[in-house]
């Protein structure tokens, strides 16, 4: 079992002997994983019996299809742009208008927000939605006033739905309770859990169902692909279609620039209904910073999301050019509900496995087994992908996207961020904040008050510094304090096209 990837590779010949012994190999790790799984099931809640069953259903297939591919490379060869018409400018659909009657369509969307993610990147306990963004307000707090504000603004009955994890459901629960009395019905529903495998025995790590001790580090959330079954398996998908609700809009939490487009949505709803677009991609230009963003191609006539970890290791800089590719994926999509059911009860859903190594805390190498949400495009007719403006992809992932949305480059309406009216040029600046500011609160502790950026180009900041009240930055600025050095950017100071290094500590007298 320990070199079972090995002869895998080895034994891709076409040597009938050797293909028998293929087989039986698989065979056997199939029976091993699906006698570990029963025994688990026998440790389970009886309040979580059936939801446990229902996952490792799900896990069941993705392994005994992890086992019987080739590995993720795509076939180059095979690989096209994307035909004229498949990804359609959104100042084209823009030019349409819209109608007089917007709340009939937005009474059939639901907002889904991908929730299942912590924050501890960022250096936080508890759901990445629940830091705080922007004047006190959460990722959460701001999605909850951009729908209750269309739901104002419209008279119309949008929900929102959190795909939580049970990483996040506990906390995210508690918090709910303060919207009660906001516009907005949310519901909530869990990804899967799924076990972590021994990267060596190819058998589950857990020894029992429990998340605490030993087990801790025995589960994942597999990935936003998830979706489609646990939305499914959760009978909210089908308590949503009876409500009347035709399409949801995704899209990942942290994503500050996701917010619901009138003219996307109006688009989808006047299409006739025998050329209905079941599936949109939002997709924007690539920019340096992009290259690794899974693309838009053409594959066996079907459009088709390919992502870094599908490419053949030598097209890999082919595929990061701008000029061969030139979008990348915002994972802002908009699909039908009852394209969803259809696909699912057909198990018609086609999605590439991921296999993401990891190592425990403990050292022990394990994989997991997650799909993406967006893999599914092919599977569904008519799919489009939309060439939108860049900001409406915004993503706080680290400490240095968030000195930008909190700075004045952008001001706050009901939830939604926008690019300041004063900033000159739309493109938001690059910062490289270094790892004395990886952690919010040490992020938050080295800014008395966020700078004045309307005018920046480009910041790093590497060391100890720490910025006093009222800071302005402009064109290009680098601060480096060396090891052992520090840097006080006294309150007050203007920087423009400076490179800031040594030593400057300003002390109170």
């Known amino acids: 079992p320990a070199t079972y990837i090995q002869c895998l590779q080895k034994l891709n010949s076409p040597n009938a ?3 028998e012994f293929q087989e039986k190999l ?6 091993s994983m699906l006698t570990e799984l029963e025994k688990l099931l026998t440790t ?4 979580e019996a059936e939801i446990s069953r229902k996952d490792f259903e799900g896990f069941k297939k993705l392994f005994h299809r992890f086992l019987q591919e080739k590995g993720p490379s795509v076939d180059w060869a095979k690989i096209q742009r994307p035909p004229e018409g498949s990804i359609q400018p959104y100042e084209k659909i823009k030019l349409k208008g819209l109608p007089a009657d917007v709340a009939s369509s937005l009474n059939k969307l639901a907002v889904v927000k991908l929730n299942g993610g912590l924050g501890t990147s960022m250096g936080c306990k508890g759901p990445k939605s629940l830091i705080s963004v922007r004047n006190e307000n959460t990722f959460l707090d701001l999605t909850v006033q951009q729908i209750e504000h269309l739901n104002k603004s419209y008279n119309a009955d949008v929900p929102l739905v959190l795909m939580n994890s049970f990483n996040t459901d506990e906390d995210t629960k508690k918090i709910l309770q303060k919207y009660t009395h906001h516009r907005v019905k949310i519901h909530t529903f869990n990804q899967s859990r799924y076990p972590r495998i021994n990267k060596e025995s190819l058998l589950p790590v857990a020894t029992t169902m429990g998340l605490t001790g030993e087990n801790e580090e025995a589960w994942y959330p597999p990935g936003h692909g998830d979706i489609y079954t646990s939305f499914y398996n959760s009978g909210l998908l089908d308590k949503l279609i009876a409500e009347g609700k035709e399409y949801i809009f995704v899209s990942n939490i942290d994503n500050l620039g996701a917010t619901v487009d009138l003219h996307i949505l109006n688009h989808l709803m ?3 209904s025998d050329k209905r677009c079941e599936f949109v991609m939002e997709v924007t230009d690539k920019t340096r910073a992009d290259v690794k963003g899974g693309t838009l191609t053409q594959f066996d006539g079907k459009l088709r999301l390919l992502e870094i970890a599908q490419v053949p290791k030598a097209h890999v800089d082919e595929f990061k050019s701008v000029t061969k590719f030139k979008i990348f994926n915002t994972n802002n999509l908009w699909i039908s509900l009852p394209a969803i059911k ?13 296999v993401n190594p990891k190592t425990l805390d403990g050292g ?12 599914a495009m092919k599977s569904f007719d008519n799919a489009l992908g939309i060439n939108v403006p860049r900001s409406r992809f915004l993503p706080v992932k680290t400490s240095s996207d968030l000195l930008l949305v909190m700075s004045n480059l952008y001001s706050m309406n009901a939830g939604s961020l926008t690019m300041s009216p004063k900033r000159e040029f739309p493109t938001t600046p690059h910062v490289k904040l270094g790892s004395s500011f990886t952690k919010v609160r040490d992020f938050l502790k080295r800014f008395e008050s966020i700078p004045d950026m309307l005018e920046l180009d480009h910041l790093t900041v ?5 910025f006093g009240k009222q800071v302005t930055l402009k064109g290009t600025v680098i601060i480096i304090a060396n090891h052992g050095d520090r840097i006080d950017i006294p ?9 800031v290094s040594g030593n400057l500590r300003i002390l109170d007298h």
């Open 270 to 272: 006047s299409q006739p």
């Open 462 to 466: 590497s060391g100890d510094v720490t």
């Open 26 to 31: 698989r065979l056997q790790h199939e029976n």
């Open 342 to 354: 259809r696909l699912h009860e057909k198990n018609a859903m086609d999605m590439e496995i991921i």
């Open 491 to 499: 309150a007050g100071a203007m920087l423009e096209n400076k490179i």
């Open 364 to 375: 022990l190498n394990v994989i997991q087994l997650e799909t993406a949400v967006g893999a």
């Open 17 to 19: 002997g050797m293909a």
């Open 44 to 47: 389970a809640k009886p309040s």
